[in-house]
């Protein structure tokens, strides 16, 4: 008498074969479809914070990862884009120390007005223009830095957060494309402080006019992102600029074109933060009759600034 013990040909059951009757086979991909079931769904660490409101955007999720204060079940988190179970324990570590600006860029910026503050760049009192302001990041920055006004200004709409928005200091010009500005799209007089937080375009294409909307002693304070200057040829893989010869290439290159139009450099140093997918970026002190770009000042920041 068979049994499915001794042929292995018969389910597991308590219950003897029928003479006869053929079993059919387990259907295939059953056993992954079961393992399917039982694997714990997974989600972007990023986005896992902002479903659960410990973040309020996803920028501010990554901004919190960079700044060492997410921990998932108990282990420091690094990469927002980690893939962690619905279930894990996530834990942001309060900073009171720490300024929580609106967006990541502001800890970019704060990081080169720290740099540059006490080498004699003002934004107290000053009416500024922050040329893709996004959320609202260096908007932020430089109003708690004592800026009188600050224009925001974006290609995009209604992207700068609500507590900037609704701040009377605080002039939002969105749906504006920067290559276009002119003293007359900004109030019909020039501004004492620009900065920009600009991405898809090379910076050279851009100071034409934020320089016609500068006045006479005002200062560029400018993030030049590499992986937009060097030509998406020359991209590494992930689109991050990796060559420390390019990164220089890149800055000397803004610095040469801003020297064409009357603007020379008076400081260069990287950002504390990278881009979001790993860039190093870098801060660009500029100002009429300053001397011009210094190749070696260029390379100091290169090699002192993130690997």
């Avoid at 499915?4 to 029928?18: E, I, K």
């Avoid at 393992?35 to 479903?51: F, Q, Y």
Wanted: hydrophobic residues 40%; aromatic residues 4%; charged residues 25%.
């Amino acid at each position: 008498m068979f049994t499915a013990a001794s042929t292995g040909s018969w389910p597991r059951s308590t219950d003897p074969p029928v003479p006869g009757r053929r079993v059919p086979p387990p259907t295939p991909g059953a056993e992954r479809s079961v393992a399917a079931a039982t694997r714990p769904r997974l989600s972007r660490l990023d986005a896992e914070l902002v479903r659960r409101r410990l973040a309020r955007s996803r920028e501010h999720a990554r901004s919190l990862i960079a700044a060492g204060r997410v921990r998932v079940d108990g282990a420091p988190a690094t990469k927002p884009a980690t893939r962690v179970a619905v279930s894990a324990a996530l834990v942001v570590r309060e900073d009171a120390d720490e300024p929580d600006y609106v967006s990541r860029g502001g800890h970019k910026l704060a990081g080169a007005l720290a740099v540059f503050g006490p080498r004699g760049l003002v934004v107290a009192g000053r009416r500024a223009l922050d040329a893709g302001a996004s959320t609202g990041g260096f908007t932020d920055v430089l109003l708690r830095a004592g800026a009188a006004r600050v224009l925001a200004v974006d290609v995009g709409y209604g992207q700068l957060a609500w507590s900037l928005r609704a701040d009377e200091r605080v002039e939002v010009h969105d749906r504006t494309n920067v290559r276009e500005l002119t003293p007359e799209t900004i109030g019909g007089e020039p501004v004492d402080l620009i900065t920009g937080d600009l991405s898809f375009i090379p910076l050279g294409l851009v100071l034409p006019a934020l320089v016609g909307c500068a006045a006479p002693d005002a200062d560029l304070l400018l993030m030049v992102k590499p992986q937009f200057e060097v030509g998406r040829e020359r991209l590494g893989s992930g689109g991050v600029v990796r060559d420390h010869s390019l990164r220089a290439e890149a800055v000397l290159g803004v610095a040469r074109r801003a020297w064409e139009l009357g603007w020379g450099t008076v400081g260069v140093t990287a950002s504390p933060l990278p881009g979001p997918s790993g860039n190093v970026e870098y801060f660009l002190w500029l100002r009429a009759g300053a001397p011009g770009p210094d190749p070696t000042e260029v390379e100091r920041a290169v090699t002192e600034g993130p690997r």
